[in-house]
């Protein structure tokens, strides 16, 4: 018999949601690694409930105690037209090993399955737990990312792109070339996401874009700061020069703040330039897919926020 009841999250839900986002989070990293995720309110941590309403009303599963209702695990997902993807999973400390987390992915499991589409996932490679529940459940590590930071010093951003094309803040119309690179590169499909960011209605998301002489789109790359979310990405990058030149320019704009960014460990002549830009590792993550796979072509930058690559 299952312990938990499964329903789906409502805006009432939102603060207890918040909560368990930011409790559960920071207790496991405290535990583990001595420190905290969320350097912020609870409070805070109900923009993941924010955004991802607005972007995907309705697709937050949570469990329940039968006894009282408390919320003791949620999950947010991503329907999109080429995958569904799984966004943060966040179980109570208290509840912890009782397999809530493996009835929520079975429920995202079971929402992929009847669309036909495969399941992807961002997961820790520090944090065991959640991988072992997604390797047991049938998720295989695709591309590994490194967490890496840069130093908040605009001398050390400094780039001429000139010479390889021209870059500019995004605009909505940048939204159908950006969709098109990231399907013919990656194989899938966020114009939703891309819509959502380049309208910014909560006021935190910015994107650069990249062209060649002749208008052609050669790369793109978000950035979210919030108290709660500060990380470079989505981003989508035909060659390492191109990737240097958007991380720069997202950095820059950005600064005081040093925005996380996740990149890929396969790409080691972008690893190199930002080595030399003092770039540090905190942490590594993996990108998992439950059924077909489509290898990426170029230099793609997942994000947290929205979790849908
Ligand atoms: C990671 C987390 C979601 C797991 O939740 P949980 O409810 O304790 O997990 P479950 O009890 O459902 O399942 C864990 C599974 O992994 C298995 N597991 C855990 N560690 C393992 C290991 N080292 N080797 C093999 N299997 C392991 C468990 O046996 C269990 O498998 P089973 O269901 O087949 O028995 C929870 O610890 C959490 O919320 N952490 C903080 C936030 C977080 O890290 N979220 C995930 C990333 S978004």
């Known amino acids: ?17 918040g909560s368990l986002i930011h409790n559960s989070t920071n207790y496991w990293y405290k535990e583990h690694t001595g420190n905290a995720v969320f350097n912020c309110s609870p409070r805070e941590t109900e923009l993941f409930c924010t955004e991802y309403e607005a972007l995907d009303p309705g697709c937050c599963l949570v469990l329940r105690t039968p006894s009282d209702g408390t919320i003791v695990a949620s999950c947010f997902y991503h329907p999109r037209p080429t995958h569904i993807s799984l966004g943060i999973l966040n179980v109570h400390p208290d509840y912890f090993g009782r397999g809530a987390a493996r009835q929520l992915l079975n429920a995202v499991i079971e929402i992929g399955s009847q669309c036909g589409l495969p399941v992807r996932l961002v997961s820790s490679l520090m944090n065991l737990d959640s991988f072992s529940l997604y390797n047991r459940n049938g998720f295989i590590p695709r591309a590994v990312f490194q967490d890496m930071v840069l130093p908040a010093d605009a001398t050390r951003l400094q780039f001429d792109a000139s010479r390889i094309g021209d870059t500019r803040d995004a605009q909505l119309g940048d939204v159908e070339n950006m969709v098109r690179l990231e399907h013919e590169q990656c194989g899938i499909d966020r114009h939703a996401d891309f819509r959502h960011i380049l309208n910014n209605r909560a006021g935190i998301w910015h994107v650069s874009v990249m062209n060649d002489t002749r208008g052609r789109l050669l790369g793109f790359l978000a950035s979210c700061v919030h108290p709660a979310h500060c990380m470079l990405g989505p981003g989508c990058m035909l060659s390492d020069e191109v990737a240097e030149a958007l991380i720069c320019r997202e950095l820059r704009y950005r600064l005081p703040h040093q925005p996380l960014l996740l990149v890929p460990s396969a790409q080691q002549p972008l690893l190199a330039r930002l080595y030399a830009r003092g770039a540090t590792n905190l942490e590594l993550h ?9 290898e990426p072509q170029c230099i793609v930058m997942p994000s947290f926020l929205p979790e849908s690559m």
């Open 286 to 294: 993996t990108l998992q897919c439950r059924g077909e796979w489509i």
């Open 1 to 17: 018999m299952t312990e938990f009841e499964i329903a789906r999250m409502s805006v009432a839900d939102f603060s207890e949601v």
